[in-house]
T-cell receptor, first 113, second 114 residues
Framework: EPEVTQTPSHQVTQMGQEVILRCVPISNHLYFYWYRQILGQKVEFLVSFYNNEISEKSEIFDDQFSVERPDGSNFTLKIRSTKLEDSAMYFC???????????FGPGTRLTVT | GNSVTQMEGPVTLSEEAFLTINCTYTATGYPSLFWYVQYPGEGLQLLLKATKADDKGSNKGFEATYRKETTSFHLEKGSVQVSDSAVYFCALSARRGGGNKLTFGTGTQLKVEL
């Protein structure tokens, strides 16, 4: 069964450094998403991406964040200058758009020290 | 804006007990509703869904019915197992063209004991 994959599973970085989190969505999906979950808290929407552009973003997704689909398979989230409060589990998800369900990857745990 | 409210956890049950996890929502229009499950150390898995009023989603013995009149989507299972121990998230997706971000509840931890 096809699944969403994410790398790395765990990333440790120092405050102020850039990180790139990578995702390979399910191949026939058209909509791509990033969410994050701070430890013990709810899952929060960051951004959705369709047709090579951002379709929606939350207030969390400020200028420090960017997304890219550099080729036909990968979908990346870049944080330009990490802060301590960026420490969280980051989930990538993909979907066909209709119906509305999304399929999640296993997540990347980002630890900013 | 859209929101989802879930009952506080943890919920601790004995094996074979009946499970209910309450979920209510606030949304404009006609959202789609979902339950996702997160097992320890893993990502989110879609458990079941319902896309219109009175629809019942079901999977692995779990059920939830989309009740528009009470804006609820309570999760139920008749007989839980130890392997059902996980965190359960209720979520909604507003019906709109493209994007369809998910809005999640805070999650309810379920612990099932022998």
């Amino acid at each position: 069964e096809p699944e969403v994959t994410q790398t790395p599973s765990h990333q440790v970085t120092q405050m102020g450094q850039e990180v790139i989190l990578r995702c390979v969505p399910i191949s026939n999906h058209l909509y791509f998403y990033w969410y994050r979950q701070i430890l013990g808290q709810k899952v929060e929407f960051l951004v959705s991406f369709y047709n090579n552009e951002i379709s929606e973003k939350s207030e969390i997704f400020d200028d420090q964040f960017s997304v890219e689909r550099p080729d036909g398979s990968n979908f990346t989230l870049k944080i330009r200058s990490t802060k301590l409060e960026d420490s969280a589990m980051y989930f990538c998800a993909s979907g066909t758009g209709t119906p509305a369900e999304q399929y999640f990857g296993p997540g990347t745990r980002l630890t900013v020290t | 804006g859209n929101s989802v409210t879930q009952m506080e956890g943890p919920v601790t049950l004995s094996e074979e007990a009946f499970l209910t996890i309450n979920c209510t929502y606030t949304a404009t229009g006609y959202p789609s509703l979902f339950w996702y499950v997160q097992y320890p150390g893993e990502g989110l898995q879609l458990l079941l869904k319902a896309t219109k009023a009175d629809d019942k989603g079901s999977n692995k013995g779990f059920e939830a019915t989309y009740r528009k009149e009470t804006t609820s989507f309570h999760l139920e299972k008749g007989s839980v197992q130890v392997s059902d121990s996980a965190v359960y998230f209720c979520a909604l997706s507003a019906r709109r063209g493209g994007g369809n971000k998910l809005t999640f509840g805070t999650g309810t931890q379920l612990k099932v004991e022998l």
